[in-house]
């Protein structure tokens, strides 16, 4: 019997109360990714590497911090808070008041250690939220149509942050003066606050399953006193945790897709406002404008909740990285045969390519919630925090690549901090970083996407093939469409899945000769 709380229903008011969390995870890191390098080396008067290495630094060690979120969530129904809360929803009740720490990153005139340590500090808070958070539609229910409809509110909601992250930003420069910093912390104060809210109330709409009779049983254990050398071991079994996920093809090759089109997106969206006022030479007020054509994003988010369904996520990816390489060629070709038409051509093709990158943001994590299903063939457990959690620390652990890349390359290339005007090896740096730089991954992630099998027609045989074992049915009566799949998608011998559970599950199963 599924533990799943059937008497709740996934309707579209509490799909848009779960989704507003990602007002804060789309917006927060699109104000930062747009224009906090841009803030740090024109107003604060940071190198690019100082403003770059603030970015990686604090990454990194929240990646390292994330990591353990995912299974510390996982086993927090076993103490006071976690059975009164819940194992994920507490997180989003004390992470709603920490939100106003955002401010904090854009006031003017302070030390790098203090950047840093701000950021460091907001990072933290935000991977707080979003691990337990990413994990609710697989708590909340197991119905691909349901999941769907948490996810495209979650990315709907996230585009309209995505929006208002550009949009708003753009017009208090435009209002206040493009040399003025306290644009930025006004943007910081109005940001901050709704963030506060939209987490407040995805705690409040949002519920968890039952607790499994194996959960009450390891709240038992819990009360007893554990010895320090055991406490050792099962930190080393929580890594060991951490790689299996990656025995797991569709989660191999999910986490290949993200990873690249995400850095890609990201390396488009820091260089971006620098190629606007250093090589194109327009307003930075301007860049924000065509940053906010994300606004396109509102009906594309709506319309590939349906094509998801109806196409699965592999054609998705690959008209989304199709679209913006397209764009990218486009704002190539304006950079180097300037017309007095520059502006309307920006404008159209920020558009388009918003419309790529719409699609981009929506179909991972709309696969996301059917990952934790595969493993589950497997390892006979349910290990969402645990893939939500590595995800969290390879995102993070690249974009602190990527950024420290960017501003390493900025300094290297000869960027001048605070000038108006930058020598030509600098704005050919620019222009190789967004062309280069970004083609580059998104080609990579189209390579992986047209190999990427999980749909919805092959997600509803593998699960109707769990049931049917948890059911005590044979392996033998499995249909030879049913074998396929699930050996596609886990990358083991079906024969060699679903054994009895035990310590280790993980090491019981044996790669299929088809595993890559």
């Known amino acids: 019997m599924s533990l799943i709380n059937k008497k709740k229903k996934i309707t579209i008011p509490v799909s848009i109360g779960y989704g507003m969390t990602d007002i804060m995870g789309g917006g927060a890191f699109t104000v930062i990714g747009a224009w906090l390098l841009f803030f740090y080396t024109t107003f604060v008067g940071l190198s690019p590497i100082e403003a770059a290495s603030i970015v990686a630094i604090a990454r990194i060690v929240d990646a390292i911090v994330s990591l353990f979120m995912g299974s510390f969530t996982d086993h927090f129904y076993k103490n006071y808070f976690g059975k009164k809360f819940g194992r994920r929803r507490f ?120 607790l499994t009779p194996d959960m009450l049983a390891s709240m038992e254990k819990a009360r007893q006193a554990t010895p320090v050398m055991k406490k050792l071991a099962t930190g080393a079994d929580l890594f060991r945790e951490y790689a299996s996920t990656l025995k797991v093809r569709a989660f191999r090759k999910h986490l290949a897709i993200y990873l690249f089109s995400f850095t890609a997106k990201d390396i488009y969206n820091t260089v971006f406002v620098f ?136 300094q290297s290339g000869g960027f001048v901090k605070g000038s108006q005007l930058q020598p030509q090896e600098a704005i050919t740096t620019i222009v190789l970083l967004l062309f280069v730089g970004t083609g580059g991954l998104l080609l990579i992630a189209l390579w992986q996407a047209l190999t990427f099998r999980l749909n919805k027609r092959t997600h509803k045989i593998f699960v109707e093939e769990v049931e049917r074992l948890k059911a005590e049915g044979s392996k033998q009566d499995a249909t030879p469409q049913a074998r396929h799949i699930v050996e596609d998608l886990t990358g083991y011998s079906y024969d060699a899945l679903w054994q009895q559970p035990v310590v280790n599950e993980t090491a019981q199963a044996v790669p299929s000769s088809q595993a890559g």
């Open 91 to 210: 997180f989003l009740l004390i992470g709603a008041p920490l939100m106003l720490v955002y401010i904090l990153l854009w006031l003017d005139g302070m030390s790098y250690g203090f950047y840093l340590s701000v950021y460091l500090a907001f990072e933290i808070i935000a991977a707080m939220v979003l691990i337990p958070w990413e994990t609710l539609p697989s708590e909340m229910t197991k119905d691909f149509n349901g999941r769907t409809k948490l996810s495209t509110c979650r990315m709907f909601l996230s585009a309209c942050g995505t929006f208002l992250a550009t949009f708003i930003p753009g017009v208090l420069i435009g209002w206040l003066g493009e040399n003025n910093a306290d644009a930025y912390l006004i943007n910081g104060i109005v940001f901050a606050v709704l963030f506060m809210i939209c987490v407040f109330i995805s705690w409040k709409v949002t519920w968890e399953r039952e």
């Open 275 to 410: 190629f606007c006022v250093y090589c194109l030479h327009v307003s930075s007020s301007l860049a924000g404008t065509l940053l906010s054509m994300s606004i396109v994003g509102l009906p594309v988010t709506l319309i590939a909740g349906v094509a998801i369904i109806k196409y699965g996520p592999s054609r998705l990816y690959a008209f989304a990285y199709c679209l913006m390489l397209l764009c990218l060629v486009g704002f190539f070709l304006v950079y180097q045969f300037p017309t007095q038409h520059n502006v309307v051509l920006l404008v159209i093709l920020a558009g388009i390519y918003q419309v790529g990158r719409c699609v981009l943001e929506f179909t991972p994590w709309n696969v996301f919630p059917f990952i934790p299903d595969i493993d589950e063939m497997i390892t006979r457990q349910r290990r969402e925090g645990l893939f939500a959690a590595v995800m969290t620390f390879s995102r993070k652990t690249t974009i602190a690549i990527a950024t420290f890349a960017v501003g390493l390359l900025l």
